[in-house]
């Protein structure tokens, strides 16, 4: 499964370098492609809907153009991307923002950790969990 793509989606440049710094120093060799928000994340998704789905979805709920509450709504609308595991990876701790992205079909809620050691500690969980134990879809 190295081969398939991991999609994130967020508006904060600081947090995607570090995302991306995270991935790279648990030596995760899965791609990993970023969109800056939810509208270039969908164009993608929609370039050639034949290609393998991404492996899964790390998620910002506030971003500008589509934020990440549409976009949910928007994946689990379409067959073709409704297995796409999609982690919702924000700032938010409101229990309204965890509710609605469960209730929408999000698999995971995750906030973000304040301190690089922490966003790594989190990596090292996703590629625990999602990469190395869950079987995903094809």
């Known amino acids: 499964m190295t081969d398939r793509q991991i999609l994130m989606a967020d508006d904060d440049a600081d947090d995607r370098f570090l995302v991306k710094s995270a991935f790279e120093d648990n030596n995760i060799?899965?791609?990993?492609?970023?969109?800056?928000?939810?509208?270039?994340?969908?164009?993608?998704?929609?370039?050639?809907?034949?290609?393998?789905?991404?492996?899964?979805?790390?998620?910002?709920?506030?971003?500008?153009?589509?934020?990440?509450?549409?976009?949910?709504?928007?994946?689990?609308?379409?067959?073709?991307?409704?297995?796409?595991?999609?982690?919702?990876?924000?700032?938010s701790n409101s229990p309204d923002d965890v509710n609605f992205a469960y209730q929408n079909g999000a698999n995971c809620y995750i906030i973000k950790p304040s301190?690089?050691?922490?966003?790594?500690?989190?990596?090292v969980n996703i590629q625990r969990f999602w990469l190395d134990t869950a079987t995903l879809p094809e």
């Open 29 to 91: 060799s899965n791609p990993v492609i970023f969109f800056e928000d939810g509208e270039q994340l969908v164009n993608h998704l929609s370039e050639d809907e034949k290609k393998p789905n991404p492996l899964l979805i790390l998620l910002d709920l506030n971003m500008p153009r589509r934020d990440g509450r549409e976009v949910l709504r928007l994946i689990r609308s379409k067959a073709v991307w409704y297995t796409i595991p999609i982690i919702i990876f924000s700032t």
């Open 115 to 123: 301190s690089y050691e922490g966003l790594k500690e989190v990596v």
